[in-house]
């Protein structure tokens, strides 16, 4: 069954520091999601690809936040400096972005804890 | 601003007692519901899609239903094994070329006790 991988599961590092995220839709979707979990709370989105072009980047903090999906397949999501408040889990999703089936399936996702 | 909100936050069952979820929502225009469920450290599992009130979809112990401003998710007599956070999002028609976002609700833990 295709899935949505995501590396690494966990990371843990300090503040400060950069991290970096790496994520593999599922074959054949063109479309491509970064959303935030905090603790508690539902997904929200920071930044959605459509094929390598970004079609909405406007929760995404751009002054410590990159992302980036040069040949429109796997993306990179990148935090520097990360800080306190960047912990929470970065979820990665795709979907297909025509036709019926709308649906976004996401991957497993990666637990950042910044120290 | 599209808003989504889920009530309860948490429920407690008895295994074979059966409940409902609520997802409250406004959207400017809605192209679709969505129920997702997430266990602890994972990511979010879809389950189904309502695209217009009336709707409705089952699979297994659960069954979503939708009106014009909100969605329930029922869940007849649950088992152990559906303990979970249940999620709601919903999905504006928007322009261009691809589906837009999800907007999430916080969510409701459900645990179901043997």
């Excluded at chain 2, 599992?45 to 089952?58: D, N, Q, R, V």
């Excluded at chain 2, 699979?59 to 869940?75: G, V, Y």
Aim: aromatic fraction near 10%; include cysteine; glycine fraction near 8%.
């Amino acid at each position: 069954e295709a899935e949505v991988a995501q590396s690494p599961r966990y990371k843990i590092t300090e503040k400060s520091q950069a991290v970096a995220f790496w994520c593999d839709p599922i074959s054949g979707h063109a479309t491509l999601y970064w959303y935030r979990q905090i603790l508690g709370q539902g997904p929200e989105l920071l930044v959605q690809f459509q094929d390598e072009s970004v079609v909405d980047d406007s929760q995404l903090p751009k002054d410590r936040f990159s992302a980036e999906r040069l040949k429109g397949v796997d993306s990179t999501l990148k935090i520097q400096p990360a800080e306190l408040g960047d912990s929470a889990m970065y979820l990665c999703a795709s979907s297909l972005s025509r036709g019926p089936s709308n649906e976004q399936f996401f991957g497993p996702g990666t637990r950042l804890t910044v120290l | 601003e599209d808003q989504v909100t889920q009530s309860p936050e948490a429920l407690r069952l008895q295994e074979g007692e059966s409940s409902s979820l609520n997802c409250s929502y406004t959207v400017s225009g809605l192209r679709g519901l969505f129920w997702y469920r997430q266990d602890p450290g994972k990511g979010p599992e879809f389950l189904f899609t309502l695209y217009s009130a009336g709707e409705e979809k089952e699979k297994e112990r659960l069954k979503a239903t939708l009106t014009k401003k909100e969605s329930f998710l029922h869940i007849t007599a649950p088992k152990p094994e559906d303990s979970a956070t249940y999620l709601c999002a919903v999905q504006a028609r928007a322009g261009g070329t691809s589906y837009g976002k999800l907007t999430f609700g916080q969510g409701t833990i459900l645990t179901v006790h043997p």
